[in-house]
């Protein structure tokens, strides 16, 4: 009876995850619609506050950016007509990840690559007084650059190699008391994090 009292109760989990998984993954979709040659429509279903909009050029210049104003689903009609024939990068900057979209002006008229669509995830970074945690899902296995400043000057660096989970942990002098500033580099970003204990 107890091991039926389990298999039950383990079934019931494994189903309340799954169901979880399938309402985070639909509430965090996006969708691209063209609806002119070079007018595009995007929704994402659930933005905050803060978060950053961007198109890009394939090489990174930023050609358009917004810092969205409210919580809740987005819509914007970008018109493109103004973009070369080329390659071009839609981006939603999250706390914790990027959303990438890819789409293609040619011949004035847009192509969105649904198969091209990628997450990155952002390194997380917490300290508590001498103690900092840096942590990363990195499926890609893209390398992670790791530089720590005490009032200017790099006191400790590393790369991070072939690892699909980060979890690092560094103490501090604790005469030290800042201030402190983390560099990290990777998918050719940089992401900063300052901070004092």
């Known amino acids: 009876m107890k091991n039926l009292i389990k298999t039950v109760l383990m079934i019931v989990l494994v189903m309340t995850t799954f169901l979880n998984y399938g309402n985070t993954k639909n509430k965090f979709e996006n969708s691209f619609t063209i609806i002119s040659n070079t007018k595009l429509k995007v929704v994402f279903n659930d933005v905050k506050k803060g978060e950053i909009l961007t198109v890009k050029e394939k090489n990174g210049t930023i050609l358009y950016s917004e810092k969205i104003s409210t919580n809740g689903k987005l819509i914007k009609i970008l018109d493109l007509s103004s973009l070369k024939n080329g390659n071009y990068i839609i981006e939603l900057e999250k706390d914790f990840q990027i959303i990438v979209n890819h789409v293609t002006i040619k011949n004035n008229n847009v ?3 649904k198969n ?15 103690l900092l945690m840096v942590s990363k899902i990195a499926f890609d296995k ?14 400790f660096s590393e790369t991070i190699e072939n690892k699909e989970i980060i979890n690092r942990a560094y103490r501090l002098e604790q005469e030290l008391d800042g201030p402190y500033k983390v560099v ?14």
């Open 116 to 130: 091209k669509k990628e997450v990155i995830f952002k390194p997380v970074v917490r300290n508590e007084k001498n």
């Open 111 to 113: 192509v969105f690559n």
């Open 142 to 155: 893209e390398p992670l650059l790791l530089s720590i400043y005490y009032k200017g000057e790099i006191i």
């Open 184 to 197: 990290l580099y990777n998918n050719n970003r940089s992401y900063t994090h300052n901070f004092n204990y």
